[in-house]
């Protein structure tokens, strides 16, 4: 397959194919990915994440509907980052968006965690630029809101929905120092239910601590009915107006890309000290010895890190 | 780095519950393949879609309606307008006549699972069968 030109021409096949072998770190992907690089950064990046059966996908799937109207064209990354150790998973987010498979102009695609910790993987981030570049208007990210993959999302995506649905009460104040500074709209999903309006008031009551310059909206939908999705759209909307005219738009994905740099950066070293096969023996030998008490910790790391420079040095002298 | 083999299972037709669909969900999950589960009611044009953006290896259809002999053929046809046939396994499951086996076979599904398959048989078939 011609991932360039596929990818170039938007073709589905070239753009799945391309988000696969990036999963797997190939590395003519990443080859093909680089150069089309200077392509991306059109897209909208909206990231939805809530707790578990919030209703994120059915919204998703409700956003994305009324996007096309307008006639943008939207891909929607659903990721699952709670797999177990196995590395299998089953991935069934699209349940609730399966009549939006057969529109051209809507891409979807579910990942995994493999065994990444903490949902939005460089894969994502690989695969967001793939989409952006096959020029997909709005990119969703959908996670499940646990931990850390809350905090990723931000560092990957131009806005954050934060999907919440009425009676979570205490789960807000335990939530609060989490999800207060990653928010940019609140969503009170499943409005139909008791205690919206409630949950509605605690949510500003929290914002009401917060300085920052945007104030988060906070909207009642019913993602099932279509309810409150208009409303929403204007929120993001909004949002993105605020961050071209505060500027906060480019320094935003200047720390995104910061962020992105040094994650490359860290699995690079990771993969030269830890799993290169010449010192995987050496971390089993040294955790031993720590284990035992023959050798601390920091001693054990300084050892690896001065043996790995230096043969990192010795092997870019002979490419060179 | 090693692949992850990725299935799409899905229900098609119109028909009642997807207890076979989710047994086979959770034995493929727990053999370490992602599975795409997309649930009842599929189309044939939706999970070909689907199966093109996932990018999956391969397409496990239950099928309880009696409609396979249409539903499965079509599934093969719209992949090969695709361009997709060559890169993805179909398979077939559940209550289908042995009679209708060799026919299906010839349309170009893979295998049939009929139900009583040790889920362990479409474990190994899928793994042995790759076509990408
Ligand atoms: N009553 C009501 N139910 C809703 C609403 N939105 C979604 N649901 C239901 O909530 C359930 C979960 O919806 P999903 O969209 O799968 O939720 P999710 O947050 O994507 O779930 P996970 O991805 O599993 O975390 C489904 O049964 C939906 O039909 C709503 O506005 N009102
Ligand atoms: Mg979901």
Known sequence: ?320 | MEKTIRVLVAKPGLDGHDRGAKVIARALRDAGMEVIYTGLRLTPEQIVQAAIQEDVDAVALSILSGAHNHLLPRVVDLLKEENAFDDILVLGGGVIPDEDIPGLKEKGIAEIFTPGTATQVTIDFIRNNLKK
């Open chain 1, 1 to 320: 397959m011609d991932l360039y030109n596929g990818l170039l021409n938007k073709e589905k096949r070239a753009i799945a194919r391309m988000i696969s072998l990036v999963e797997r770190n190939d590395s003519e992907a990443l080859e093909v990915l680089s150069r089309l690089y200077k392509f991306s950064g059109n897209a909208h990046i909206v990231g939805i994440t809530g707790p578990p059966g919030a209703g994120k996908s059915t919204l998703t799937d409700k956003l994305a509907k009324n996007l096309r109207k307008e006639g943008k064209k939207i891909a929607i990354i659903a990721v699952d980052p709670t797999s177990p150790f196995t590395g299998g998973a089953i991935l069934g987010d699209r349940i609730r968006m399966n009549k939006l498979s057969t529109d051209p102009g809507v891409f979807i695609r579910s990942m995994g965690a493999r065994g990444h910790l903490g949902g939005i993987s460089k894969a994502t981030h690989a695969a967001v630029k793939i989409l952006d570049i096959a020029g997909y208007d709005y990119i969703f990210i959908e996670t499940v809101g646990v931990g850390q993959s809350e905090i990723d999302i931000v560092k990957t995506t131009d806005t954050v929905i934060m999907v919440m649905v009425p009676g979570l009460g205490d789960d807000i104040q335990a939530l609060k120092a989490g999800i207060m500074e990653i928010a940019d709209i609140f969503v009170v999903n499943k409005s139909d239910r008791d205690g919206a309006d409630r949950t509605k008031v605690e949510i500003e009551m929290m914002l009401d601590f917060s300085c920052s310059q945007w104030r988060p909206p906070v909207t009642k939908v019913i993602a099932t009915i279509d309810k409150g999705i208009d409303e929403l759209l204007a929120n993001v909307s909004e949002h993105k107006d605020y961050l071209v005219s505060s500027g906060a738009f480019l320094s935003k994905r200047i720390l995104n890309s910061e962020a992105e740099i040094i994650g490359l950066i860290k699995d690079k070293i990771i993969d030269r000290i830890v799993n290169a096969s010449s010192n995987k023996n050496d971390v089993k030998m040294y955790a031993e010895r720590v284990a035992k008490r023959e050798i601390d910790p920091y001693t054990a790391c300084a050892k690896l890190l001065s043996k790995s420079v230096k043969e990192v040095n010795d092997g870019e002298g002979k490419k060179n």
